[in-house]
């Protein structure tokens, strides 16, 4: 049996490719193997898209049969809001209280055939409520936005996918 050390630092900017590159070695790993997974937080800036690829990476090699051993060094209160811990099988007990995301943020989410369309509606009043785009373009979004995920589902032969999904008002930005 493999066994693989990773690790990952998110307490420092981390572009997409880069954990792409350090996660990548996991697709090649057989039932049994063990991955022991190092993962840095703190409370700087983490985009829940990046905690997502690798919560995705860590229900990937779970759901294949290989062993995950996974060390939290720090913590985030943000990764919590989002549901990472919960993701990936690590206690947090979380100081805060939660408010309503609704139309701010969508936390880390898996999504199947049953779960898609209220997920889209999720999605969509994000868009509606801090996109600024006009209502032609928004359609447009809306429907751009529900192929792909449907086509996970259709096209990928998995039984789901994932989402996150978080406005930032000081940036303008949806991601």
């Known amino acids: 049996m493999a066994e693989l050390n990773l690790s990952i630092n998110f307490t420092q900017p981390i572009i997409h490719q880069e954990l792409i590159r350090i996660l990548s070695p996991v697709y090649y790993l057989s039932p049994g193997d063990t991955v022991n997974l190092t993962i840095a937080l703190s409370n ?7 905690l997502l690829i690798a919560a ?20 985030s209160t943000y990764a919590s809001r989002i549901n990472f811990y919960a993701l990936i099988g690590v206690p947090f007990l979380a100081g805060f209280i939660l408010r309503n995301s609704t ?15 209220p997920l889209q509606d999720e999605l969509n009043m994000i868009l509606y409520q801090n996109g600024g785009i006009n209502k032609e373009v928004l359609q447009l979004l809306f429907y751009c936005l529900g192929e792909i995920m449907d ?4 096209h990928s032969g998995l039984n789901g996918g994932w989402v ?9 930005e949806i991601r």
Request: net charge positive; charged share 15%; hydrophobic share 35%.
């Open 151 to 154: 086509n996970i589902i259709v």
């Open 103 to 117: 139309g701010r943020f969508i936390e880390l989410k898996s999504f199947d055939r049953d779960t898609l369309y």
């Open 44 to 50: 700087n800036m983490v985009h829940s898209d990046s």
């Open 164 to 172: 996150s999904a978080q406005y930032y008002p000081n940036k303008q």
């Open 56 to 75: 995705s990476a860590v229900n990937y090699m779970r759901g294949n049969g290989i062993n995950v051993q996974i060390t939290v060094y720090g913590q």
